[in-house]
């Protein structure tokens, strides 16, 4: 089964707690970037593939993130990680970035995630199957090389590369704080300013104020992304 939540949704943190600690079977979680928002995402691979091979034992929640200013304050895929990684802040970061596995509550496996789709399908594969002790399907001996030949260039199977956020010149400076801040002081600080250019209290002004609130909750979000990247590069 494919469960599909979306930021713009105002329920979608707790539909996505909801289905994290219920989960009776394991379930692979991750989110989605605006540039994957068309569509129906679970007709995409790696989690067609997956639905198809191991559909049986493993549910998939993609959370997407359609770019709406509605969902831009929301990370629903990050304070779940964050819980269940409570005391393992690398371990979250991993989590939120890729892809994880839950059942009843509690975090399995993270993997990362990549712009190639079939990497991301074999590693997830590989999860799976020791998590579960269950093998992918074969179907002839060189199935694994004529899955590879399938996914041509411009074929709806493969994922253009990601967008990159865009670099701000001093996300520091963008989070209204000195360099070299503690990042949890970071943090507070952009959870803050998202609260302060939160929709609704620019729903009053004209379009072109509100499009300028957009921008400067995408400057955030971007100095944020930057300084998390940063930190776990040192």
Known sequence: MIDV????????????????????????????????????????????????????????????DEGKIEGMWRDPVVDVADALYANDPKGAYAAARGYFFVLAGEAKASVKKSSDALADLD????????????????????????RRAAYKPGAKTVEDKPAEAPKVADPW???????????????KAWKALLVQYHPDKVAHLAPEFRQLAE???????????????ESHDD
């Open 5 to 64: 939540l979306y930021f713009s949704d105002k329920a979608v943190k707790q539909k996505l707690f909801e289905r994290v600690t219920g989960a009776k079977k394991l379930t692979l979680v991750t989110v989605l970037p605006p540039h994957r928002a068309e569509g129906n995402p679970g007709d995409r691979d790696p989690f067609k593939a997956l639905e198809r091979d191991f559909g049986a034992v493993v549910d998939q929640v993609l959370v997407v």
């Open 123 to 146: 590693r997830l594969e590989k999860a799976i199957e020791q998590l579960t002790m269950r093998k992918r399907p074969e179907v002839g001996s060189n199935a694994k090389t004529d």
């Open 173 to 187: 400076a963008v989070l209204g704080l000195v360099q070299g801040a503690p990042l949890a002081e970071a943090k």
């Open 215 to 229: 921008l400067r909750t995408r400057e955030i979000m971007a100095a944020w992304e930057q300084l998390q990247a």
